[in-house]
């Protein structure tokens, strides 16, 4: 039987190694930016985006040293969005992961120039990658093109000026779904995406992993929507009713939570069906779809 926990925790130590190396330059005398921006990478994290890449690509039997670089860029630009994300500007929350958000932790500019600081270092290191592989330098920029959509105003940036237009205000369940999809589904979508081209997959085959990362990132969203309201907060490191409180639109608070919890579940099995083609080579993705739903943080 397949032990996800066991899994999870291999990769997770694998890609926060990875992350470490990065840095091998400042190790001795980093700079402030350099300390925020560390501050906030390792604070902790499931990893969740990193961890798919890696695993759409071990589906096309990739190896995981060619596409970790990749993996390596999704958390750096993950990390900047929720840097942003916690911003007074923002949501104006004081903990992330159970540790002071990185603007409470140094200042409001520091943390901005930090989230700016990854951003920018996530193209680095994907370009850095490309250099590196000659032969697979279309490929990568394939993988930055992936990328970029889904983290700019095609996508995750996107969502959340819809997220805080939004607050206080009543908008529809498609319009919602619309949201959740951009502001967390499409770096997610991405992540899959851009292990599947690193692996080398068919138009099919990539076809069939970009509707998983699609299921499993709205998902994703419903399921932080649950758990901002039935949440542990010694768990998720944040307070729960937080959503409530900034008056933002979830889908609890349009469908109600058992509609949502259901919702959630369908998902779920939507992104497992999409994995048919694979066979087993798929089984450490199908138990990634029922993880986001099932998760406590």
Same mark, same amino acid.
């Given at each position: 039987m397949f032990d996800l926990k066991a899994y999870l925790k291999e990769k997770q130590q694998r890609v926060n190694a990875a992350l470490k190396d990065l840095w091998h330059d400042h !190790?001795?005398?980093?700079?402030?930016? @350099?300390?925020?921006?560390? *501050?906030?990478?390792?604070? &902790? &994290?499931?990893?969740?985006?990193?961890?798919?890449?890696?695993c759409a690509s071990e589906v096309m039997g990739a190896s995981e040293a060619d596409v970790m670089p990749a993996a390596c860029a999704l958390e750096l630009i993950h990390t900047y969005s929720l840097i942003h994300d916690d911003l007074p500007a923002m949501d104006d929350d004081d903990l992330r992961r159970g540790k002071p958000t990185c603007h409470k932790a140094f200042d409001e500019a520091t943390a901005i120039l930090a989230g700016d600081a990854l951003l920018t270092a996530a193209f680095e290191v994907l370009a850095a990658a490309g250099r590196r592989q000659p032969d697979s330098a279309l490929k990568w920029l394939e993988v930055i093109y992936c990328i970029a959509r889904g983290a700019g105003y095609s996508g995750m940036v996107e969502g959340q000026m819809m997220d805080i237009s939004s607050e206080g205000k009543t908008i529809t369940? !498609?319009?919602? !779904?619309?949201?959740?999809?951009?502001?967390?589904?499409?770096?997610?979508?991405?992540?899959?995406? @851009?292990?599947? @081209?690193?692996? &080398?997959?068919?138009?099919?085959?990539?076809?069939?992993?970009?509707? *998983?990362?699609?299921?499993?990132?709205?998902?994703?969203?419903?399921?932080?929507d649950i758990l901002n309201i039935e949440g542990e907060p010694a768990m998720l490191g944040k307070p729960v009713g937080s959503d409530e409180a900034h008056q933002k639109a979830t889908r609890p608070s349009l469908t109600g939570l058992d509609q949502a919890k259901a919702r959630a579940a369908q998902l779920a099995d939507k992104a497992s069906e999409a994995l048919r083609i694979f066979g087993n080579k798929a089984e450490p993705l199908v138990a990634l779809a029922r993880y986001v739903i099932e998760r406590n943080r």
């Amino acid at each position: 039987m397949f032990d996800l926990k066991a899994y999870l925790k291999e990769k997770q130590q694998r890609v926060n190694a990875a992350l470490k190396d990065l840095w091998h330059d400042h !190790e001795c005398s980093p700079t402030l930016l @350099v300390q925020a921006m560390r *501050y906030s990478l390792e604070a &902790g &994290g499931k990893r969740l985006r990193p961890i798919l890449c890696l695993c759409a690509s071990e589906v096309m039997g990739a190896s995981e040293a060619d596409v970790m670089p990749a993996a390596c860029a999704l958390e750096l630009i993950h990390t900047y969005s929720l840097i942003h994300d916690d911003l007074p500007a923002m949501d104006d929350d004081d903990l992330r992961r159970g540790k002071p958000t990185c603007h409470k932790a140094f200042d409001e500019a520091t943390a901005i120039l930090a989230g700016d600081a990854l951003l920018t270092a996530a193209f680095e290191v994907l370009a850095a990658a490309g250099r590196r592989q000659p032969d697979s330098a279309l490929k990568w920029l394939e993988v930055i093109y992936c990328i970029a959509r889904g983290a700019g105003y095609s996508g995750m940036v996107e969502g959340q000026m819809m997220d805080i237009s939004s607050e206080g205000k009543t908008i529809t369940l !498609e319009e919602l !779904e619309r949201l959740q999809r951009l502001k967390t589904g499409a770096l997610i979508e991405a992540s899959v995406w @851009v292990g599947a @081209v690193l692996g &080398g997959g068919s138009a099919h085959e990539i076809a069939a992993l970009r509707a *998983y990362g699609r299921h499993i990132g709205l998902a994703f969203q419903v399921a932080d929507d649950i758990l901002n309201i039935e949440g542990e907060p010694a768990m998720l490191g944040k307070p729960v009713g937080s959503d409530e409180a900034h008056q933002k639109a979830t889908r609890p608070s349009l469908t109600g939570l058992d509609q949502a919890k259901a919702r959630a579940a369908q998902l779920a099995d939507k992104a497992s069906e999409a994995l048919r083609i694979f066979g087993n080579k798929a089984e450490p993705l199908v138990a990634l779809a029922r993880y986001v739903i099932e998760r406590n943080r």
